[in-house]
């Protein structure tokens, strides 16, 4: 059984020693799956979650085609060791919903009209759970379109970010927020946005905060997301150019 800290963050360090708008370690790798026709990995720390998209393709059941563009179709799911108890397999209302919020993020840039009557499937696997599985899942889902070659007005590149409480009580703003900030913390704040469109894509909040701190938040997590987005674009590149 986990022990709640007295304080996620004392002298401006947090739990795992990060400062306020520190990320955690990002790891991204293209092509981890190669049946797929796109893939990649990412890693935020412990959180370890892999993309596969398959299309575009024929969609069943035929009742769902859309006649002048593609279903984006995404299913986020946990295996059962990801986290500390065994998660029971198969989607659960959670998984229904984070697959809802990743597919409407990506429709958002996928040229779907490129593609009529087709369907292309994201599969979004987390493997090891430590908190933003959705946010990275979504950095792996949209580096796996681009590796599977499908037009996008713009890769999708998010950091969730928090508030905590410091050793005097006081609520401090912090980004990619983890397991013990995002169970103890007093609110958790998944973040995505397309940054060659300007636009954001997906905004989750799980708590309270107030304007000023969510500005506060957003900006660092506006940093990270720029740390992110080349580290998207080095993993594509790794890729094509065998680095
Ligand atoms: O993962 P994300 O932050 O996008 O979604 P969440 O629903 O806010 O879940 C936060 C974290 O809780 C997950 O990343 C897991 O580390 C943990 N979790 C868990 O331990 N067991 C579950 N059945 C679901 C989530």
């Given at each position: ?15 795992d020693?990060?400062?306020?708008g ?22 935020f720390g ?5 993309a ?24 986020y ?9 065994r ?5 659960g ?11 409407e993020?990506?429709?958002s ?6 593609f009529p009557?087709?369907v292309i ?12 599985t959705r ?9 796996a379109?681009a ?5 996008m007005?713009?890769?999708v590149?998010g950091?969730?970010?928090g508030?905590i ?22 609110a ?11 636009e ?12 000023k ?19 998207q674009v080095?993993?594509l590149k ?6």
């Amino acid at each position: 059984m986990e022990v709640k800290p007295k304080f996620l963050i004392k002298n401006g360090k947090r739990l795992d020693g990060r400062k306020v708008g520190e990320w955690r370690e990002i790891k991204i790798t293209t092509g981890v799956i190669p049946n797929a026709d796109g893939s990649c990995q990412v890693d935020f720390g412990k959180t370890k979650v892999i993309a596969a998209v398959y299309g575009p393709r024929e969609l069943h059941p035929k009742h769902m085609v859309l006649s002048d563009r593609a279903l984006v179709r995404a299913r986020y799911d946990m295996l059962s060791f990801s986290v500390e108890d065994r998660k029971r397999p198969g989607p659960g209302r959670r998984e229904i919903e984070i697959s809802k919020v990743i597919a409407e993020a990506l429709r958002s840039v996928v040229m779907v009209e490129k593609f009529p009557r087709s369907v292309i499937d994201v599969f979004v696997t987390v493997i090891q759970a430590d908190a933003s599985t959705r946010i990275a899942g979504l950095n792996a889902a949209s580096v796996a379109l681009a590796d599977a070659g499908i037009p996008m007005k713009g890769l999708v590149t998010g950091v969730a970010f928090g508030k905590i409480y410091d050793e005097t009580g006081k609520g401090v703003m912090v980004a990619d927020v983890f397991k013990p900030e995002d169970q103890w913390g007093e609110a958790d704040i998944a973040y995505a946005k397309s940054i060659a469109n300007d636009e954001v894509v997906l905004l989750q909040m799980d708590g309270d905060v107030t304007k000023k701190e969510f500005l506060e938040g957003k900006a660092m997590a506006d940093k990270a997301i720029e740390y992110t987005y080349q580290e998207q674009v080095k993993a594509l590149k790794a890729k094509y150019e065998g680095d």
